[in-house]
């Protein structure tokens, strides 16, 4: 079993729709979450983390966070198709070391 | 301000021969970790260098090696190479300071081994 778990997809959502992305992790030691934005043939480019409980948001994006149950998510609203990419999930437990889950593709129709 | 930059871009190499790349981590930035990405296991972390020391090391075998200097660029090399180790390799660059963890990755370096 990976220590960070994506749904792989393809996410199909209507354009100015919401999309939800989820991620599950097995490591309690985990402290922090990053989700990353990939396009084909780019490197991942940083959209968000979170370290606590709850909802952060920024602009169109929100992560939350739940430790108890080990769930990580993120919510893109009014979705662009700009925004069809693959989403990585990526845990750190502190030592920089990033856990990456294996992606979900979004796909945002017009 | 510059992001961060790796060199080469892409490159051809044969079973056996040895490989070095370049990372340049942002202005300011400490912290240069190094990852591995394929189709088939995803990205896989390699090692972490803050301060020239290596601070933290994936599970990949003696071939893979890395080194920062002061400056912070630091350079990875692959010895023997094996038709596997076929990637992208990406650097992410961080302030490497205890509760600013944040990663921002290079434009990678592809690597294809013949």
């Known amino acids: 079993q990976k220590e960070v778990e994506q749904n792989s997809g393809p996410l199909s959502v209507p354009e100015g729709a919401i999309a939800s992305l989820n991620c599950t992790y097995s490591?309690?030691?985990?402290?922090?979450f990053f989700w990353y934005r990939q396009y084909s043939g780019k490197s991942p480019e940083l959209i968000m983390f979170?370290?606590?409980?709850g909802d952060k948001e920024d602009g169109r994006f929100t992560a939350q966070l739940n430790k108890a149950s080990q769930y990580v998510s993120l919510l893109i609203r009014d979705s662009q198709p700009s925004d069809s990419a693959t989403y990585l999930c990526?845990?750190?437990?502190?030592?920089?070391?990033?856990?990456f889950g294996s992606g979900t593709r979004l796909q945002v129709q017009p | 301000k510059a992001g961060v930059t790796q060199t080469p871009r892409y490159l051809i190499k044969t079973r056996g021969q040895q490989v070095t790349l370049s990372c340049s981590p942002i202005?300011?930035?400490?912290?240069v970790s190094w990852y591995q990405q394929t189709p088939g296991q995803g990205l896989q972390f390699l090692f972490e260098?803050?301060?020239?020391?290596?601070?933290n090391k994936g599970n990949f075998p003696g071939r893979f090696s890395g080194r920062q200097f002061s400056n912070s660029r630091s350079e990875m090399n692959v010895s023997t190479l094996e038709l596997g180790d076929s990637a992208l390799y990406l650097c992410?660059?961080?302030?490497?300071?205890?509760?600013?963890?944040?990663?921002?990755f290079g434009p990678g370096t592809r690597l294809t081994v013949l």
């Open positions: 979170i370290y606590s409980n």
């Open positions: 260098y803050f301060s020239e020391t290596q601070r």
């Open positions: 992410a660059s961080s302030a490497g300071l205890a509760g600013d963890n944040e990663q921002f």
């Open positions: 490591d309690r030691g985990s402290q922090s």
């Open positions: 202005s300011g930035h400490r912290s």
């Open positions: 990526a845990g750190d437990t502190g030592r920089r070391a990033l856990t």
